[in-house]
């Protein structure tokens, strides 16, 4: 089993120093920016290949770590060499082996490896990876080798159906680049108030983290607290009023769904009002209102 990677980002980075500080050789990369295969060679000891034909004598298990825009391109241009009996594997989240066209023609197999896993630093992130959680799906064959590599270094792997991938990865996208936004604009509503950016992230920090807590401990019903699960009519309405437009929409559709799980845990309690105030789009607070005034001394 040699193991290279063509493209030489975050995530071939932060998989390949995974996999050699597992114990697991890799061969290297192949990148059309030669400075980032000649980077990401010496930062797992492997080799950077400066052309596809090097890399492809070398390999049996190919990833394919490039943004998905080019990932079809890359598969075009593999398929000119002989690849009976190699795994060609791709780590887009939203899409599926179904894009190695007419793959079984050229005897490789195809899957597809997605961690679930924010990959922010080329040359830090791989620390994260012994606790990722993978999904994977292609050929049976495939899906078993890349399957076994990974639950023997002890992670887990969940096969999954190809034509899940979008909604999967939208999915994953909500859950790590939305909630950035999330609290990006709640960071932003404080600096409103007089918080600089730091302590605004210092003063919420336990709030932030054990809501999290606790929706991984007992799931997102039990764990709602708030106006909106106390049916508090009076204090989202000045929530609303308080907030410029495009906050106050995101409130409201976010709000919508918090009104769903509000019913579903307390099933006595009637938030129909509460809802058809979050369903209004029209502002009902005066536009030339002023900020909260700075009070913070820090």
């Known amino acids: 089993m040699t193991i290279s990677f063509i493209g030489a980002g975050r995530v071939a980075c932060s998989i390949g120093k995974y996999l050699t500080q597992s114990g697991i050789r890799i061969a290297g990369y192949y990148d059309t920016q030669k400075e980032a295969a000649d980077s990401a060679a010496a930062f797992t000891n492997s080799q950077s290949f400066p052309a596809l034909p090097d890399l492809m004598e070398r390999s049996s298990i190919i990833f394919i770590t490039t943004p998905d825009s080019y990932i079809s391109q890359a598969w075009e241009e593999l398929r000119a060499f002989q690849l009976d009996g190699k795994i060609i594997c791709h780590c887009s989240g939203a899409m599926s082996s179904g894009v190695f066209t007419d793959i079984g023609k050229t005897g490789a197999l195809g899957c597809s490896l997605h961690p679930m896993l924010p990959f922010c630093d080329r040359f830090a992130s791989y620390e994260q990876l012994k606790n990722a959680f993978f999904t994977i ?35 994953a996208s909500i859950l790590s680049n939305q909630v950035v936004a999330v609290l990006d604009t709640g960071y932003r509503l404080l600096e409103e108030c007089g918080f600089s950016r730091e302590t605004a992230r210092a003063a919420t920090k336990e709030l932030v983290c054990q809501n999290i807590d606790n929706i991984l401990q007992q799931d997102c019903i039990a764990a709602l607290t708030g106006p909106i699960e106390r049916n508090d009519i009076q204090t989202v309405r000045k929530h609303l009023n308080c907030l410029p437009q495009q906050d106050q929409d995101m409130y409201q559709a976010l709000g919508l769904k918090l009104v769903e799980l509000a019913g579903r845990k307390n099933q006595t309690q009637n938030y129909t009002e509460l809802a058809q105030l979050l369903a209004n789009n029209r502002r009902s607070r005066n536009a030339g209102k002023p900020l909260c005034k700075n009070r913070l001394l820090m």
Do not use: M, Q
Request: with cysteine; hydrophobic share 35%.
């Open 137 to 171: 799906e292609g050929h049976d064959a495939a899906v078993s080798a890349i399957s076994d590599l990974f639950t023997s270094l002890g992670n887990t792997v969940c096969r999954i159906e190809g034509d899940c991938k979008p909604k999967y990865h939208a999915a």
